[in-house]
């Protein structure tokens, strides 16, 4: 323990020569994550089901979810730079975590998708606050050839809460309505009551599990002289990832298109009940697989893999596509681009971040990874609105398209930027 704490203190502008990679931060981030992402994704697994029941159409889904993550988006370009400003990050994203686990009870008060809206904004500002931060943080607590495995252990970490999460959600799910409630919604509203234990104990966690030393403040870091300063290699990267973002839709919508493949066979609710568990193998896959692909990128490179994995997501939306198109109900194919879903989130989320570590340096790392946020919100918030506007006013095989052919010319893009 001793040692470990000791590692953890080291100086954030490089760890010394063979320290360990599974530290007290590592470890302390994990499970910080592992909390946060149960408590998140057992109101995201239910949400679809939650907005059906109260009459919202799937505009205001893709809504909700599109000005989330472009006040998200935001969030993370300012506080990833101000952290650098100031020499530390710790204290902000324990608040950022606190903030992201209180809000979603708020969910349990609405009537109409207006509040919903209002809860999930808060949210994920408070998940903007804090992913830049602890992403910085974690790349300055291993070693440079042993990032691949720790940002792969920590979404694993990340991804068991979003397993259990959802199971949990299902479970209260069924349990609720074999009793009988009087309101449709109700089950939904007592799940969002649920996700406070969780959430609060993530900020909690990393509160007194992650240890960070302190660097002296750039006070004199200006806000464009830290994004002109950011590596040109950098920038590239950027490039095919804010292409493939375009398109890169909220995975709520998934869990809607299966909710409603589903639901004229077995009811809103015993759909809504299919599509979280297949929302929860879709997080057991990505869950698998983000270690072994960030351990694998530390040996072969990082860009192959993540191009396959943007490609694995192209065949993802192109599925529901011809879902729709063809009303293709099974649920083995609908298991299927769950899985795979998993397996591109796996390799999205691991490696943009580790590269994005390989490209930068320590003292505007912060930048870099609130940067990367932000174009990713950006592109979050477009694919999702679009999604969900051209699935209302056309049809739900034009919304998947659309995603198809946008994450189809990211990998493109960064198949051929160097």
Known sequence: MVEAMEEARAPAGGPPEGRRWLNRNVIGMGLTSLLSDAGHEMATAVLPGFLAAIGAPAAALGLIEGVADAVSSFVKLSSGWYSDRIGHRKAIAVGGY????????????????????????????????????????????????????????????????????????????????HRGVASPSAPFRVIFWVTLIPGVSSALAFALFVTEKRRAPAHELRFWAALQALPTRFRRLLVGVG???????????????????LTPAYGVVRAAQFAALFYTLRNVAYAAASYPIGALSDRVGRRGLLVIGYLVAVVV???????????????????????????????EDALEGVMTADATEAPTRGTAYGLLASVNGVGDFAASAMVGLLWTVVSPVVGFAYAAALMLAGAVVLHRVR
């Open 98 to 177: 606190f903030l992201t686990g209180v809000c979603k009870a708020l969910f349990a008060f609405a009537w109409g998708w207006p509040l919903v809206l209002v809860g999930r904004t808060l949210a994920w500002f408070g998940r903007g606050v804090r992913g830049p931060l602890r992403d910085a943080m974690l790349a300055e607590s291993v070693p440079p050839d042993s990032r691949g495995k720790a940002f792969g252990f920590h979404r694993t970490g990340d991804t068991i809460g979003a397993i259990i999460g959802p199971l949990v959600a299902v479970v209260l799910l069924a349990t609720l309505q």
């Open 243 to 261: 292409l493939f973002g375009m398109g890169d839709f909220a995975p709520t919508l998934l869990i809607l298109g299966a909710t409603q493949l």
């Open 317 to 347: 939306a192109a599925g529901f596509a011809a879902a729709f198109a063809f009303s293709w109900r099974s649920l083995g194919y609908l298991l299927l681009l769950f899985v795979l879903a998993g397996l591109y989130i796996a390799a």
